[in-house]
């Protein structure tokens, strides 16, 4: 009985004192260890991290092991918020801590606030916080002594919801923030020892505004395993420029990103990551220069899917690139830079990056395919002077697939439109490394006005109209230096048209060009065209005011490139006979099809303009390669009258081979010419035709040519007053050159170097017909005795005619000239010749004393000297002169006592006529009886017509030559 009362006191007591202890833990875990904690908490957080921190109240559930904050706040030492949340709700798992494990069943936290700070040391806030509070004691045996094996730590089940990161980044230059809200976290059976039985799992959504992150999958701590899927959701331009911004030179104004993959890590003895069944979209992308508002580079879309990559294997592969609506905006300014390469030229360049001993192996990568499609690319150039504006639109591409094996041949297919007309073909194979190409080439109806500017800036060329198609295919080859390659196909230009920059006038055109075959070959330099079919090409060609043809102004002239010039005339070149040209080139023959060349020559008024139409023919054979002989045959039209032929063979050009040519007009209308005539002859051209035959050699520079001139019935028209007019009878000058039927057949023969900027065909063409013109007139009797070419006499022999002093008659010989003359003018019938009587008043005295003498004293011509010497005698004996005959021969004799018969009667002769006196109308009277007599003799004698034939008035002081004879001058004009 006792003994069971003792039994049951005992049993009390131990219930009382478990409820005691009980009672006690209660009041401990429900009071006690919230006001603890609410206190030390913050003493803690301010001790360690130097915050400031409330909480409105901890609960604790002793007998659940949970633990329960509410509302903590917390500010760091610049007074801002660092961390807080609504709720934190933990509850231990009891029996799990008797095998030593440390294990949470339960976590969850709700309204949670975390301020992240990457700071410029690329340090965070909390570290910071942390260091700054608990600096290291130096005393690393307590730390030592304490290592040991972990705690091992179990969570069955995490939840954060509603929570938001505040991240702001002071790495780079400005602050920037990101606001993550609402962050969500799912965490199930995480354990931080190997386990065999099972892996925990976990999801995360976070979101910064519109941008997401999810990610979910299997976690396993120690050893680190993880394998799941992660997907990153419309991470937006802000957020990649922001994080890019070290690596990226252009500035990422607008787009988003959304990347997928799955994925699997671990770690062990290495770490191992490979990602598979990735997916990476960019939506509106838009990428410029930094401070620079205009557009680089603009996308629709790019899509790459089926994404893998290996760390271990160095592999990465991806399925077919897709990309959509991309607008590239290249831009190159006045000082050379272009847009896209800007970035890199502004800085220093920097030593490449070592690479690390990973990198031993090499990346091994593919990709499936590339295809781009809806595109554009728009080029301004703002170096030429012009500007020049290009664009490709509707441009497509598509790329087989591509691998790091570079030799590898690529298969590819390109096409584009040209936003100023014209389209774009590319097809073939290539490699990357070594370098090769094969190309098949389409372009048709490309503009090419749209390349004017370029055109612009390397010759005064206005490109107005014109459309070339080029159809063939490029094979390229760099596998050995230097570069290697062939282009063959066709190419065509349509409607060409071509004007000086500052000119509204054609100059140059045609109606279709083309060219087939074309071979051309890279290295070395050959150009190989079989036939150039030319139709309707169009040349218009000006003589400018100041003398300049509008051709020379094609080519710019600029000091630099005189100077170049300069300086490579004054270097030791091999000539061309030394060696080889670079470039070669062969045309096999250029077919000329209803050609057009105009001529204008506006230094003359009126201004001379002609046309040379109808032009068709061929050139054969040309080549810069020796040996070559080329073939020309071309006929046309000038004037829209007269024909035309050019033939002739051509040398190699560009060496000193001779090339001849021969070129044919007839019947061309010479009043076409009249401008020419009136500014270097001082007359137009009423009526006529010419006819040129004109055979030109050339070797080389140096020129070689002979000039057949025919001018058939050449009329003058109204005089023209000109400064450059010859002074000189230019009708008379004409009517020289005229046969009777009216033609001039002359021939001017010319030289000369063709460099020499003085040397001009034309001009010294028609240099040498006007001086031989003036030539005629100034020295008409010269010209027509070169003409008449009569044996025995010059030119200047007909220009004057001797007669015997006091007498009309010709001297000995005279008659020959008149016989000449006679024939010169019934072969001329424009010529005049004018006859002016003449008498010399000494010579002419004595010869009509001497004559009256001989009449007083009944001496005739034909008596012999010794009846004429005893009439003279006896004449004189009969006079009154004081000496004898004997004396005065004795005197006439002189010193040496001899003296002939001849000299006798004239010494006889000269003393009788002094006393015989003419009289005043004498010398008159024979003057007029010799123009009368001239008339008269080529009148009837030489049958000349009258109307060409004038008496002038005669003159009395003409000449007499030392034998006595006088000298009668003709004049020549033309009617």
Known sequence: ?????????????????????????????????????????????????????????????????????????????????????????????????????????????????????????????????????????????????????????????????????????????????????????????????????????????????????????????????????????????????????????????????????????????????????????????????????DEMLTTDNIRVDDIRFGLNSRELATGTVRIDGVALSLHRGPDGMINLLEPFQSGDDEEPAEESADSDMPLRWSVAGVELDNSSVNWRDEQVQAGADLSLTDLALQVDRLSHQLEEPVNYKAEASLGDGGRLVFNGQATIAPFTLDAGITASDIALAQFGPYVREAANLDVRNGRLSVDGNLDLDQQQDPLTGTFSGTGEVVSLDLRLGDSDESLIGWQNLRLEPVEYNVAPARLEIGTITLAGPMVNVIREEDGVHNLERIVRSTSAQEADGEASAGSDQPSAEESEPEFIFRIGQLMLEEGVISYADRTLDPTFSTRFDQLRGSVTGLSNIAPQQGKVTIQGRVGEVASMTLDGSVGTLGKEDTSELKLTMENLSLPMLSPYFGRYLGYGVDSGKLNLDLDYSFTGTSIDAGNSVIMDRLELGEPVPSDDAVSAPVKLGLAL???????????????????????????????????????????????????????????????????????????????????????????????????????????????????????????????????????????????????????????????????????????????????????????????????????????????????????????????????????????????
Do not use: C
């Not at 806030?125 to 005393?139: M, T």
């Not at 252009?250 to 997928?260: D, F």
């Not at 006889?908 to 006393?915: A, C, S």
């Open 1 to 293: 009985m006792v003994a069971n009362r003792t039994r049951r006191l005992s049993a009390r007591n131990i219930s009382v004192v478990v409820l005691v202890l009980v009672v006690i833990y209660a009041l401990v875990g429900f009071l006690g260890l919230p006001w603890w904690l609410e206190r030390a908490l913050p003493e803690r957080l301010e001790q360690h991290l130097g915050w400031q921190a409330q909480i409105e109240e901890i609960r604790v559930n002793p007998f659940a092991m949970s633990i329960e904050v509410l509302n903590l706040d917390a500010e760091d030492g610049n007074g801002e918020q660092v961390a807080a949340f609504d709720r934190l709700y933990a509850n231990l798992g009891i029996w799990r801590l008797v095998t030593g494990i440390v294990a949470l069943e339960n976590i969850e936290l709700e309204e949670t606030y975390i301020r992240l700070d990457l700071l410029e040391d690329y340090s965070v806030n909390f570290a910071r916080d942390w260091q700054a509070n608990n600096p290291p004691s130096g005393d690393s045996t307590t730390d030592e002594s304490a290592a040991g094996e972990p705690v091992r730590l179990y969570f069955d089940r995490v939840r954060v919801s509603g929570g938001e990161l505040l991240f702001r980044d002071f790495s780079q230059q400005g602050q920037e923030e990101f606001r993550v809200t609402p962050l969500d976290l799912a965490l199930n059976d995480l354990a931080t020892w190997p386990r065999e039985e099972a892996d925990s799992n976990y999801y995360l959504l976070a979101a910064v505004g519109s941008q997401t992150i999810e990610w979910e999958g299997d976690l396993s701590i120690s050893p680190l395993y993880s394998k799941g899927f992660i997907k990153l959701g419309g991470v937006t331009h802000t957020t990649l420029q922001h994080f890019l911004k070290p690596f990226l030179p252009y500035e990422l104004r607008n787009g988003s990103v959304a990347l997928s993959s799955e994925y699997e890590l671990q770690s062990a003895d290495r770490l191992f990551l490979s990602t598979s069944n990735g997916k990476l979209t960019v939506e509106n992308l838009d990428l410029g220069l930094m401070d620079d508002g």
């Open 737 to 975: 050159l005229r046969d009777r039927n009216g033609v001039i057949d002359i021939d001017l023969p010319i030289s000369g170097d063709l460099e020499s900027p003085d040397f001009s065909i034309g001009q010294v063409v028609m240099n040498a017909f006007v001086n031989l013109v003036a030539k005629a007139a100034t020295s008409p009797f010269s010209m027509l005795g070169s003409i008449v070419d009569m044996a025995g006499l010059s030119g200047e022999d007909l220009g004057s005619i001797s007669f015997e002093p006091g007498r009309v008659e010709l001297a000995e010989g005279e008659s020959a000239k008149l016989e000449a003359l006679g024939k010169a003018l019934n072969d001329r019938p424009a010529l005049v010749l004018n006859i002016r009587g003449a008498v010399s008043p000494e010579a002419d005295s004595s010869g009509l004393r001497q004559k009256r003498l001989f009449d007083q004293l009944g001496i005739a011509e034909a008596d012999p000297a010794s009846t004429r010497i005893a009439r003279l005698e006896q004449a004189y004996a009969s006079s009154d002169y004081l000496a004898s005959v004997e004396e005065f021969r004795s005197d006439a004799a002189g010193s040496d006592g001899e003296i002939s018969q001849s000299e006798w009667a004239q010494a006889l002769v000269e003393r009788l006529v002094t006393d015989i006196d003419l009289p005043p109308e004498a010398l008159g009277n024979l003057a007029s009886a010799r123009g009368t007599w001239l008339r008269q003799q080529m009148l009837e004698k030489y049958e000349v017509p009258d109307s060409q034939l004038f008496l002038l008035d005669p003159v009395r002081d003409a000449s007499a030559d030392e034998n006595g004879k006088v000298t009668v001058g003709f004049e020549l004009d033309a009617r």
